[in-house]
């Protein structure tokens, strides 16, 4: 079973250099088993990450990352849409994660 806690720090960590994929939770999070308690503990680390500030979630655009401009209340069910409509394959489609400066506070302390 995967350990949350240690899925988060890795993301977390994997942000300090570069934009997180959808493809790269999806990952860490199933180590490629889709089933539906993975598809669980994919969402509970895109609920923790987002309810604590650690990421913002955003699309790839003309400019670069763009940040969602919803809600974050809505981030959740937004992120599970994507998932389902990608079939819980995104392979670098869907919505990528930016560290916010807390998530780059983490971050550097999980190093």
Request: one cysteine or more; proline letters at 4%.
């Amino acid at each position: 079973m995967v350990n949350e806690d240690q899925v988060v720090s890795e993301l977390l960590i994997s942000g300090l250099s570069d934009w997180v994929s959808l493809h790269d939770v999806v990952w860490f999070c199933t180590e490629g088993a889709i089933n539906d308690q993975s598809k669980a503990s994919v969402l509970r680390v895109l609920d923790r990450l987002y309810a604590d500030g650690l990421v913002v979630p955003g699309d790839l655009g003309e400019t670069g990352f763009e940040d969602w401009q919803t809600p974050p209340d809505g981030w959740g069910e937004r992120s599970s849409d994507e998932l389902e409509q990608l079939n819980w394959q995104p392979m670098g489609a869907g919505l990528w994660l930016r560290l916010t400066a807390a998530g780059t506070q983490v971050a550097r302390e999980c190093e």
